[in-house]
């Protein structure tokens, strides 16, 4: 059985770092592309941040570019989210969810129902 467990979160204040994880078991961990996510209260999904595990190929969405950093160590199956000058608007749930890479060369804007597997979430919430 797959799973993705996300930690890491927590209550930060504004302008500080968090450093988020998605643990990956159960899969052939070099096959898949993870992305992270969050969702707020009233607001819709947003991707921010996606990594190929084998090659190591980045993407980033525009309201996270140069703020969060996504990596992956290919021998503890996690991918990271590095979360630097942290703002209240990031508040939020975030979840990580991996797709078998070969199938799906390019994840960044992939509709959410085409993701192999979704962790429950980690809540991240910015004090101003």
């Known amino acids: 059985e797959v799973q993705l467990v996300e930690s890491g979160g927590g209550l930060v204040q504004a302008g500080k770092s968090l450093k988020l994880s998605c643990a990956a078991s159960?899969?052939?961990?070099?096959?898949?592309?993870t992305g992270w996510f969050r969702q707020a209260p009233g607001k819709v999904r947003e991707g921010l941040a996606w990594?190929?595990?084998?090659?190591?190929?980045?993407a980033y969405s525009d309201s996270v570019k140069g703020r969060f950093t996504i990596s992956r160590d290919i021998a503890k199956n996690t991918v990271f989210l590095q979360m630097s000058a942290l703002k209240p608007d990031d508040t939020a749930v975030y979840s990580c969810?991996?797709?078998?890479?070969?199938?799906?060369?390019?994840?960044?804007?992939?509709?959410?129902?085409?993701?192999?597997?979704w962790g429950q979430g980690t809540q991240v919430t910015v004090s101003s």
């Open positions: 159960g899969m052939t961990f070099d096959d898949y592309t």
């Open positions: 990594i190929n595990h084998m090659h190591g190929i980045t």
């Open positions: 969810a991996s797709v078998w890479a070969l199938a799906t060369p390019q994840a960044k804007g992939l509709r959410y129902d085409k993701y192999d597997y």
